[in-house]
Structures are given as C-alpha cells and as structure tokens.
C-alpha cells in the first residue's frame, strides 16, 4: 500500500497548501501583493492550457499541434459566439480535434502531409 | 449559520454556473478515470487519488509516475509543483474569505480545485457584490456540486475505462476544459497580457523537471499581469 500513501501524502501537501492563505490569514495582503492576485488565474491556467495545445505529447509536431490549436480556436469562438455555453464550447472542440486528426493523418495516409 | 442550506437566490445561482462546468468536465473525468483503471495499481487505490487531492492534472501526474515505477518521493514532488498553484489560488481567495468563520474556511480549502476556484473568483470579483454570506453560500454550493460530480465521473471512468472504444480519443478534453476556465478571466488588457505570457513562458520553459514550467509561466504572467495593471491604474 505504499501507492496508497503517496497519494495520501500528495493529498495532505495539497490541502495544506490550499488552506495556507485561506485559514490563516489574519488580515488584507500588502497592496503590492494584491495588486498582483487578480492575475494568478489567467496566468496559471494559460501555463497549464498552452502548453497542451502547442506540444500535446510533450513535442512540437505539426500533425499533433495544427488539430489541437484548430480545436481551442473552435472551442472559444463557440464559448463566445453562443452565450458562454460551455458544454457546446467543450464537445465542439473535441468533435473539431476528432475531424481535424482525422483529416491530418488521412493526408499523411497519402503521401500529402506531414505524417 | 442555520440558515445556510436554505435555497437563495445566491445559491440558484450557483447551480446554474457549475451545471455547466460539471458537463464540461465530464469528458476530462471519464478519460481520467479510465487513464488510471489503466494502470496496474488496484483500480480503488488509482481512484482514492479522487478524494485524496480533487484535482485531475495532478492525479494525472501521481498515478502515471507510480505507474512507470518512479520513486514515492519524486512522485510526491512532482504532483505537489504541479499543485503549487494552489497557494496562489488560496493567497487570491483570501481577501474574499476573511469574514467567514474559522471552520468553513478550512472545508472551502478541501473545496478548491480549479474549476470552483474559477467559478468563485469571477463571482466574488464581479461586479455585483456579494456579502461574506451570500459569498460563502455560493462557495460551499459550487464545491459539494463539484465534489460529488468528480468522484462520480472518475469512478465511472475506472468502471468503464476497458469499455469505452480506444478510438474515442478524449486527451484534449483536459486543456479544453482549463480553456474554458480561462476564458472568463480574460476581462482586462493586463489580464490577456498575463495569459500571453503565461503560456509563452510555459511553452519555452516545458523542457525543466518536475512540471516546473507550470510555475515559470505562472510567476512571470503574474509578474507581466502586476506591471501592467499597475501601469494602467
């Protein structure tokens, strides 16, 4: 069962730093560390996001990078244009990635693109 | 306190914004879900992962290291850089937390995974402002709608992972989802600036051990974010 308490001990790692600010803050954060809170989620989740999109397994490849940079285009141009659905946004990106895999390794199938 | 179960219209509110992200993520858990029924820990000790951290990327993380064999305390390392970004997260709720009490404080801090972490910020930064009370209700309803909706969808993940066609390929499901947190935070020049940033930064930094690109990103958006913002005010 040591698998069991490496995540046990991922789990109280996580909690404790989840609880830090949030339990133990006595009062207001210094002004110039406020100032820079309302950027840590965009900047954290486009670090985690972007990467994802540029290299999906790890690498740049054109056959891998084009569908999942197709895929986020779609995905926010549906959150935009129909009301912030997010659902909508979601499955039609995937379906956009499927097509768009799918299309990209057919081309390569025939000699017509990068494979 | 008693009164905080009672429907409001803060708390209708919240139902309706986290309906459509537990929808969202139902792509993300069930691919997670089968990821970790995949390896060759026992499926309920892949899945304890679910309520131990409430967090798929570093699940993610953690089950695929110790599947691959790599030491208990890379493996601890690894998973707890990645959810580094949960000290930010917690240092920017908590100006929007202070007044509630002690022991709520530290069920909300169970509650913050990204997705209730996104919902919150954008309610309590928004423009109509809420008082601790009705903030507090919109938290814990966000996060026991979440927390039930992920062990739900990774479990049936793990039960239906040697089901689903391994055609059906769902890895992007993830970054779609963040996408789609994302989004809404884009508000402001300083904010679009610090996505910039964050993900350029991430991308040329993907090479350092650990995930340790994550933060890079995330410290100098956040940097870039802070000048602007500052610059602009």
């Known amino acids: ?115 | 306190m008693t009164t905080l179960a009672a429907p409001t219209p803060v708390v209708h509110r919240a139902v309706r914004d986290v309906l459509p992200v537990v929808l969202a993520y139902a792509p993300f858990g069930l691919a997670l879900g089968a990821t970790l029924a995949a390896t060759h820990l026992p499926a309920w000790v892949a899945w304890a992962s679910s309520p131990l951290m409430f967090g798929g990327a570093a699940q993610l993380l953690a089950v695929q290291m110790l599947n691959a064999g790599a030491a208990g305390v890379l493996v601890v390392l690894g998973a707890l850089v990645v959810n580094a970004r949960m000290l930010l997260y917690s240092a920017a709720l908590a100006p929007h937390t202070a007044a509630w009490p002690r022991r709520w404080r530290w069920l909300a801090a169970y509650f913050m995974a990204d997705p209730v972490y996104a919902l919150a910020i954008t309610r309590f930064t928004g423009t109509d402002a809420d008082g601790p009370r009705e903030r507090l209700r919109y938290y814990v309803t966000v996060g026991l709608l979440m927390w039930p909706a992920w062990m739900g969808l990774t479990g049936a993940g793990v039960l239906l992972g040697g089901v689903l066609p391994t055609s059906l390929r769902l890895d992007l499901a993830a970054p779609l989802t963040f996408l789609l947190l994302l989004l809404p935070m884009l508000t402001s020049r300083p904010a679009y600036a610090a996505a910039v940033t964050g993900g350029t930064v991430a991308v040329a930094a993907s090479g350092l051990p650990l995930g340790l690109g994550l933060l890079a990103g995330a410290a100098a958006g956040i940097a870039v974010g802070g000048w602007l913002g500052g610059r602009d005010g």
Not at chain 1, 37 to 59: D, E, K, Q, R, S
Not at chain 1, 87 to 95: E, N, S, V, Y
């Open chain 1, 1 to 115: 069962m040591a698998e069991l308490l490496t995540l046990a001990v991922i789990g109280l790692g996580t909690y404790a730093m989840r609880a830090a600010f949030l339990v133990m803050a006595h009062r207001a954060p210094p002004a110039r560390v406020a100032r820079l809170l309302p950027y840590v989620g965009p900047a954290v989740l486009a670090a985690i996001v972007v990467p994802a999109f540029v290299a999906p397994h790890g690498t740049i490849a054109l056959a891998e990078t084009a569908p999942a940079l197709l895929a986020a285009a779609a995905a926010w141009l549906a959150w935009r244009r129909l009301k912030r659905n997010l659902p909508i946004a979601l499955f039609g990106g995937l379906a956009v990635w499927w097509i768009a895999s799918w299309a990209v390794s057919a081309a390569g199938g025939l000699g017509l693109g990068p494979s």
